[in-house]
């Protein structure tokens, strides 16, 4: 296996790193400070004029749509090119995590990512007009409507959510959490997850539907903190779908298959996740050695304290780590799909939050109070850390796959 960049993957790289150096960090700070104004004032959930401004520019410099994969654009190749394996926009994504910022601009944030993945892979010419060119153009937002407050969502096949085939229509019924993307002025549709046929064997009993945003039924019960943080201005709502009715055929891929489009979205998009929160780490591991050179307690930098140096050393060790183990899923994921990096996927979802937390934890303590506080961006860095190990299923079950996959090869059942 070769993990050396192509050259195109090398030269976006590049590219992206200068779009962000150039663009990007100088303005995030103050973006975050007028977020956090409006915050303090209740109009965080609008676009500030910067990002709007921002997008134009990555346009402008060749660095929008890249998440856009290999092998799948089709009719949209002449105007988004081609597409990125796996392995090629791994380092683009990690750059792109160093900032809570670049993603967004770029039109490589989730879900919108996933969504778009969805419908490239599985939607038909109609779905792609109608919802997947505004969002390549980056006109609308989108949400993913799956986990459910009353069911432990952990076993996606215990939804208890409907979407109901009615004739020349489909009625969606039920109540989702952590719908992301909901809050978000732009968000025009979401993917919703239903039950459709509750007697077919477990696998195909799911459907993904198509719900636009202001369908009647629709309603926001009341959007999320995650551990005192909002994610404005794109959010995670609770939203009640009260017989809502949309054609059938919003159906992506057809009724039962909701299952197969997951695997199929969620492989790829957590190669995406995992190679952001590299670069996450990788920020912190910066800001905590900054940090310990430039303050002194009792006589000493804090690098000559309490272990500090070989705090250091382990991250640095456990962040190269990583980035070879997310490398590797990546490269098996292009080599044969989802099927063929089952294990590798399940190994980075558990190992990548985990990781990133515990940089991030090491750099929060070495920043003292202000680790803590918002003056750094290490506290919402963790928490982004932290959510990923529910946001990507629990820790518990992607360590199930891993252990039934490796038990399998010495003649363990399923």
């Not at 109009?43 to 402008?60: F, G, H, I, S, Y």
């Not at 939804?159 to 489909?170: I, N, R, Y």
């Not at 891929?253 to 998009?269: D, W």
């Not at 996927?345 to 990781?355: F, S």
Request: net charge negative.
């Amino acid at each position: 296996m070769d993990f050396a960049p192509s050259p195109r993957s090398a030269e976006l790289t590049e590219r992206v790193r200068a779009f962000i150096d150039e663009e990007v960090t100088p303005v995030e700070r103050g973006y975050h400070r007028d977020l956090a104004g409006a915050r303090r004032a209740g109009t965080a959930w609008q676009v500030l004029p910067v990002v709007e401004e921002l997008k134009a520019k990555a346009r402008e410099r060749g660095v929008w749509n890249l998440f856009a994969p290999a092998g799948h654009m089709g009719r949209f190749a002449a105007a988004y090119g081609e597409g990125l394996t796996n392995v090629e926009y791994a380092p683009i994504a990690e750059l792109t995590g160093r900032s809570g910022l670049a993603p967004l601009v770029m039109n490589c944030n989730a879900p919108d990512t996933g969504n778009m993945e969805v419908l490239l892979k599985y939607g038909t010419e109609q779905q792609q007009d109608e919802w997947l060119v505004p969002l390549l153009e980056g006109r609308i937002r989108s949400a993913f409507a799956m986990t459910e407050p009353d069911v432990a969502s952990s076993d996606a096949t215990n939804m208890a959510a409907t979407a109901v085939v009615d004739g020349d229509e489909v009625v969606v019924n039920g109540r989702k959490w952590w719908t992301s993307g909901i809050g978000h002025p732009d968000c025009a549709v979401m993917i919703f997850m239903g039950l459709t046929d509750p007697d077919a064997d477990r696998h195909h009993r799911h459907s993904m539907v198509l719900v636009p945003r202001d369908a009647p039924g629709v309603e926001v019960v009341r959007l999320l903190s995650t551990m005192g943080f909002q994610d404005e201005p794109l959010g995670h709502g609770e939203v009640s779908f009260t017989d809502v009715r949309v054609p059938l055929a919003n159906v992506i891929g057809g009724p039962g298959e909701a299952f197969a489009i997951a695997q199929g979205r969620l492989g790829p998009g957590r190669v995406h996740h995992c190679m952001r929160l590299v670069g996450l780490a990788e920020m912190a591991l910066e800001l905590a050695c900054r940090r310990s050179l430039e303050r002194t307690a009792f006589g000493k930098p804090l690098a000559n304290l309490g272990g500090n140096r070989e705090r250091i050393a382990e991250a640095r060790i456990a962040i190269d780590s990583l980035r070879l183990l997310v490398l590797h899923a990546a490269w098996k994921l292009d080599q044969g799909g989802p099927l063929n990096a089952l294990s590798e996927v399940a190994q980075i979802k558990v190992a990548a939050p985990n990781v990133a937390q515990q940089v991030i934890d090491m750099a929060i303590q070495l920043h003292g109070g202000g680790g803590l506080s918002d003056d750094h961006p290490l506290a919402g860095a963790w928490t982004t850390a932290r959510a990923l190990r529910l946001a990507d299923g629990p820790d518990e079950v992607h360590r199930g796959v891993v252990a039934r996959l490796e038990l399998m090869k010495h003649g363990a059942s399923r």
